[in-house]
């Protein structure tokens, strides 16, 4: 194009704009640009301050509840085996009471040895303390039982013939196996 016509759309559109004009307009786009990035600046800061606040938050209540699981795991452990305690007073009551008895006949003494013997059973049993009795004949374990010795025997090799001693378990776990023999191989 030619200055002419350049000039005449110029002139169309409101006249060619003077240096001051378009330094006027380009200031007005530069101050409302630099608005709008402090406009977003702030909006970003708030988001900032409510995140590390957030965040803050959080941590404290991570703290607070590691602090809490500490303070359970710690009382546990303190006093988990109160439970347990309670649950053997009767038997030593019994045991007192019966050595309290002066001219008490075998039957008698037999009795009250039975009759705490059922109460200790059932201490244990109510805290989950079970004895491990296989039965003849049944497989041996090695994470039930500890074998003592191998015997000849008529059954099959490898299977409880006696037990010595019983085991106990608590919750699933061995806390004594049982002593036994098992049959030796033919």
Known sequence: MSDSKENQQQ??????????????????????????????????????????????RAKAEAENARR??????????K??????????LPVADSLEA???????TPEQIREGAEATLRQLSAALERNKVLAINPPAGSKFDPHLHQAISMVPADQEANTVVSVLQKGYSIADRTLRPALVTVAAPK
Do not use: H, T, Y
């Open 11 to 56: 002139a169309m559109a409101g006249g060619p704009m003077s240096p001051e004009e378009l330094e006027a307009a380009q200031a007005a786009n530069d101050a409302e640009a630099l608005a709008q990035a402090q406009a977003e600046l702030a909006a970003l800061k708030a988001k900032s301050a409510d995140l590390a606040d957030q965040f803050l």
């Open 98 to 104: 019966g050595l309290a008895i002066k001219d008490a």
């Open 79 to 88: 006093f988990g085996i109160e439970s347990f305690a309670e649950s053997l």
């Open 68 to 77: 809490r699981a500490e303070d359970e795991v710690s009382k546990a452990r």
